[in-house]
C-alpha cells in the first residue's frame, strides 16, 4: 500500500512572496494602472508570474515583481501554513487549518484581496481527511526517528478517531513492526521527512485550499500545457511528435501526412488479415489466410522470419510488451507463443473445441488472455506454461478482444451484440454495453480512456471506457458486411483513427473533429486491417485480400525510400534475406 497522498512528486517547492511594505491588494508602483491585462486580471496574471520566476529560480527577479506590483504570491496566513508544513510544525499546521474559512462565506472573501486572517478552503473541503495526512506524516517521521512510543501514540489517539478505515490503519499499525528507517520508507513507498514527503503532503493538502489564496503548483506551465494540448487537439494534419514552441501558433503542413504508398509487401499465401507493429517500431508482423506469421524490418522491410506452425489461417496477433514474444491465434483451434528473435515455438497451447479468435498480453508479459468461438473457454487467462488461469465466461463465444496499456480494462465481444467490459484487476464485470448492431473488431487507446468498436453497418464508435462506455463520436463514411475489419488510433499523440473498409478503400479522421480527412484507394476486394507505428507518426501499415501489405507515408519519404532502394539494391524486393522456420 502507497502512503503518498497524491500521486505526482513535486520536485520544487515555491517561494512564498508576502511584501511588508505594502498591502496585498496594493495599486502597481507608478501610477494608475489598468486592472486587466489584455483581458485577464492583472492580480491573477502578476501572481501566477510571481510563482513562476520562483519556479524558474530567479527569486530576485520574483521579489522584484511583487515589490513593484504590490502583489502577493500568497497572505501570510498561508505562508505561515507553507512553512509549518515544510518544517515539521504539526501544531501549528493544525492550528491554521482549524481556523480556515470555507470559500463561498462571508468571511473568505475572494482572493488575497482580502486580507483573511487565515486560510481559505474549498466548499468540498475534508477536514478531516487533510488533518489525518497531516498526522500520518508525523507518526511516519516519529517511526522513523526510533520514537515507537510517541508514534504508538499518534495512531492511537490522533489518527484512529479521525479515520475509518481499518485496513489503512492496520497497515499503518504494521509498520510499528519496521525494524529500521529503510524498512519504514519501503514498506511504506515514503522517502522520509527529509525527502519529498512534506512537499508532497503540502501539494496535497494544498489541493482543498482555494487558489485565490494559495496558487496550485505550477499553475503557468499548466496552462502552458493546455494552450499546446488545444492547438494540438485542433491541428488538422498533426505529424509533428514534438512538443510544440511557444513562441508561435501550430501548425503541420498537409504535406508531410502520410497518405501515399511507400511499398508493397507482398505475403504470397493468400489474404492478409492482421498487420501490426512492435511496440519499439523495429518490426511488422502479419497474419492471414496463410498457415504462417511474417515478421519484417523496419524500416528496410526485409523478411526477418517466418513462422509456420498453423495448419490453417491464422486469424489474430499480439506481441509481448518487450516485444521478444508474440503470440498467434488461429482457425485451427489452437494458439503458439514464439520466441521472435530465433523464431522458435516455446508454447504450443491445448486445443480448443473451436477457432481462436483474438490474443493480448498480460501488461506485465507473464501471461495472456485467448478469446475463442469454444464456450468453454471463450475468455480465458493462461500462463506463458500453458496453464489456464481464470475464466471469465461460458455464456457466450468471444469474437474480439483488447486489454488497455495499463491493464485495468478488459473488454471482450460476444457473438449476440454486447461489449463485456471486465476490471482485468479484479476480473469483475464491470458493465456491459448494449450494441445496437454487431461489433467486428475493438481496440483501445494508448491513455486507456477510449475504445474503438468497428460495427457490420460500417460505422465506427468512439467510446469511454472508464465512463461506462459513454459514446463519445461516431466516424461514418466506410462500408461493412461479415468479414472483420479492424481499426486502430494512430499518428502523433494518437490524433487519428484509421480503418480498413469492405470495400477496400482505407478512411482516416481525426479523433477530436470528427472530419473524414482520406478516402484512399488500398486493397481489392477489401481492406482488413491497419496499424499505425507506435514510434513514427509518418508510417503506418495496411492488408487486405489482394495478398498484399502496404506501408504508407508522405511524398518526401517515399522519395527518399525509393532513392535508398535504387542505391542501396535494398527493400521488400530483395531476396535471400529471410528464412523459414518450420515446426
Known sequence: MQLQNGKERARNSTSSLVPSASPPNASAVGGATSSTYFGHDREEVTRILIQALSDLGYSHAAESVSHHSGFALESQPVSDFRQAVLGGDWAEAEHLLLGAATAGTASSGSGVAANVPGLVLLPDADRSLMRFWIRQQKYLELLEQRETAKALSVLRTELAPLYQDTQKLHFLSSLLMCQSPGDIKKT??????????????????????????????????????????????GCVFHTSSTSPSLYADHYCDKSNFPSQVMCELHDGAGDVWQVRFSHDGKRLASCGAGHYVIIWEVPTFKVLLKLDGHVTGVGDISWSPNDTMLVSCGRDNQARIWDTRTGLLLRLFERFDEPVSSCVWA????????????????????????????????????????????????VAMDDNKLLHVYNFVTRELEYELELKCRAMSVTISEDSQFMLVNRQDGEIHLYNIALRGTLMRKFVGGTGGDCVIRSAFGGADESFVISGSDDGKLNIWHKNIGVRLFMLDAHKPRCNAVSWSPTDACMFATCGDDKKIKIWSNSERVRQYEMDVARNGVGPRSTGNGYLVDI
Not at 189 to 204: E, I, K, T, V
Not at 216 to 224: G, I, N, T, W, Y
Request: glycine fraction near 8%; charged fraction near 20%; include cysteine.
Open 188 to 233: 511504506a513507498d515514503w522517502d522520509g521527512a527529509f525527502g519529498q514527503s512534506r512537499q508532497l503532503l503540502l501539494s496535497d493538502l494544498s489541493r482543498f485550499i482555494s487558489p485565490s489564496v494559495m496558487l496550485p503548483e505550477h499553475r503557468l506551465a499548466v496552462l502552458l500545457e493546455q494552450v499546446k494540448n488545444y492547438q494540438v487537439s
Open 363 to 410: 501488461t506485465d508479459g507473464l501471461s495472456i488472455v485467448l478469446g475463442s468461438f469454444d464456450k468453454d473457454r471463450a475468455l480465458c487467462q493462461w500462463n506463458l506454461a500453458g496453464e489456464r488461469l481464470f475464466t471469465w465466461t461460458k455464456k457466450h463465444r468471444t469474437e474480439g478482444l483488447a486489454l488497455s496499456p495499463n491493464g485495468q480494462w478488459l
